[in-house]
Every structure is written in structure tokens, then in C-alpha cells.
């Protein structure tokens, strides 16, 4: 079945980049997503990728897919302590409109 | 727009009593989905609508719990009888068949405390 399997835990030191990684089941997903989620809030759309795209970037954010190896990761650069949160890796499930398949979600921890 | 919105934020309740959580979805958006979310299983999906019919229930827990969704802009989620294990944060999302990314928009959640 569908999964997408992500580390829990993440540390790093401010203004150094984070690398979040994901690994995902269906090669038929079209679009991935990242989510954030702050303490205390629901979960807000970072940013996506096409399937037939590498790379996009935006801002301090980049994003990189592999296909062939299923491998989706979030890179954050100059990491600052307000980009502490969870972040989530989705798929967009391939035969079920409209439903998502979520990660356990990466606790990213940025001390000064 | 306001967002999805969901009530109420808090809620603490003793064990036993019925538990109903309301979610109002983006105007427009035809896909409503329910969350659980617990630090052991992470973020769980419960159930998910279309046009106000449900099509995937199969993550309700138990039959402790249902959803119902009237209207195209009103759900419930109830459980009767809460159980401790209850507790969790409880996210309501919508999302629109028209939307060509499938962007799913979360609402700021319920806390359910079960004593």
C-alpha cells in the first residue's frame, strides 16, 4: 500500500541549513507537499513539486525529487529559530482524489 | 475567506459522556477530511467526504465514533462514549476537486482531553 516515511527528529544550529528527508511508495503520486505545523496550530502548506520536476526552489527553500528513487527532501537555508516545527511529507494518493498520504512528520529543533 | 474552522478549540470531558466536534470547510470546496493526531501514532486520517458522502471511513477507530456531514458547509464528528485514549488533537481539512494541486487547508484544531 501507499506509505511515505520520514525521519522523526531533526537538530541544527541557527543559520546553518536543515535538511529534511523523505521516502514515499506510490510512483504514481502527481504532486508531494511539505507541511508545516507550529505548536499549537493545524498544518499549513509550505510548498509542492510536480512529479516531472527535479527541483524548485523558493526563497530559503528548496525542495529535490527523485523519482526513481522515491526520495523527496526539503532543504532550508539559513535556518532561523522560528522555522522550529514539525514538517509533514505528502503524497498525493494516486488513485483516491483529493486524499493525502502523510509522513510521522519531522520535528525540526534550531537552537541559537 | 476565514479559513477552515473548527469548535470548539479545548475541550475536557470525563469518560463516558458523548464528544461532538464541529468543522465548517472552506466555502466551495467539495473534499472534507477528519485527523487525529497523538505523539504515539503521529497524524492519523478518520474519515474523508465528497459532496457531503462519506467515501473512506475505514481509519474510524471504532464504532464509538462517527461523522456526519449535512451540508456543504458543516460537519460533525462525535464519539460516544469518550474513552482517556480519546485524547488528541482533532484537525478537520478541506480541499476542492477543482483545485489542480489537491492543497489540503487544516483547521487550528481541537484538543480533547478525556479524564
Known amino acids: 500500500g501507499e506509505d511515505v516515511e520520514q525521519s522523526l527528529f531533526l537538530s541544527v544550529r541557527e543559520g546553518d541549513s536543515s535538511v529534511i528527508n523523505c521516502t514515499y511508495t506510490d510512483s504514481s503520486s502527481t504532486y508531494l507537499y511539505w507541511y508545516k505545523q507550529e505548536p499549537g496550530a493545524g498544518l499549513q502548506l509550505l510548498t509542492y513539486i510536480f512529479s516531472n520536476m527535479d527541483m524548485k526552489q523558493d526563497q530559503r527553500l528548496t525542495v529535490l525529487l527523485n523519482k526513481k528513487d522515491k526520495h523527496l527532501s526539503l532543504r532550508i537555508a539559513d535556518t532561523q529559530t522560528g522555522d522550529s516545527a514539525i514538517y509533514f511529507c505528502?503524497?498525493?494518493?494516486?488513485?483516491?482524489?483529493?486524499?493525502?498520504?502523510f509522513g510521522q512528520g519531522t520535528e525540526l529543533s534550531v537552537k541559537p | 475567506d476565514a479559513g477552515v474552522i473548527q469548535s470548539p478549540r479545548h475541550e475536557v470531558t470525563e469518560m463516558g459522556q458523548e464528544v461532538t466536534l464541529r468543522c465548517k470547510p472552506i466555502s466551495g470546496h467539495d473534499y472534507l477530511f477528519w485527523y487525529r493526531q497523538t505523539m504515539m501514532r503521529g497524524l492519523e486520517l478518520l474519515i474523508y467526504f465528497n459532496n457531503n458522502v462519506p467515501i473512506d471511513d475505514s481509519g474510524m477507530p471504532e464504532d464509538r465514533f462517527s461523522a456526519k456531514m449535512p451540508n456543504a458547509s458543516f460537519s460533525t464528528l462525535k464519539i460516544q462514549p469518550s474513552e482517556p485514549r480519546d485524547s488528541a488533537v482533532y484537525f478537520c481539512?478541506?480541499?476542492?476537486?477543482?483545485?489542480?494541486?489537491?492543497?489540503?487547508?487544516f483547521g487550528p484544531g481541537t484538543r480533547l482531553t478525556v479524564l
Open positions: 481539512a478541506s480541499t476542492s476537486s477543482l483545485s489542480r494541486t489537491d492543497t489540503q487547508y
Open positions: 505528502a503524497e498525493r494518493s494516486g488513485n483516491q482524489g483529493g486524499k493525502l498520504i
